[in-house]
Nanobody
Framework: QVQLVESGGGLVQAGGSLRLSCAASGSIVSINIMGWYRQAPGKQRALVATITGGGSTNYADSVKGRFTISRDNAKNTVYLQMNSLKPEDTAVYYC????????????????WGQGTQVTVSS
């Protein structure tokens, strides 16, 4: 019912920048929260940043001051600008559409993208 397509991952040197994008499509009524999570090898998936429809943001302490999340509500698209990247930022980054309502259903569900690899070399 909802598809999330991520783009923008890749290989970058430490100190460099990348911008991730994620577009949600489908029978969407509203998406309460959009965000990014990441999973490094051998670790659990963890929050990177989230943003509400009203623009309130939340960041993991490890990325504060370096990453910026933004959102285009009209396009159901979320972005993650990543600056001053570090090798420890290397992970698969997943886009999330949380507490999403679709046409024909009253409940709210969470949807996830397939993930995009970000690799930061030292």
């Amino acid at each position: 019912q909802v598809q999330l397509v991520e783009s923008g991952g890749g290989l970058v040197q430490a100190g460099g920048s990348l911008r991730l994008s994620c577009a949600a499509s489908g029978s969407i009524v509203s998406i309460n929260i959009m965000g990014w999570y990441r999973q490094a090898p051998g670790k659990q998936r963890a929050l990177v940043a989230t943003i509400t429809g009203g623009g309130s943001t939340n960041y993991a302490d490890s990325v504060k001051g370096r990453f910026t999340i933004s959102r285009d509500n009209a396009k159901n698209t979320v972005y993650l600008q990543m600056n001053s990247l570090k090798p420890e930022d290397t992970a698969v980054y997943y886009c999330a559409a949380l507490r999403t309502q679709v046409h024909g259903l009253l409940r709210l569900d969470d949807y996830w993208g397939q993930g995009t690899q970000v690799t930061v070399s030292s």
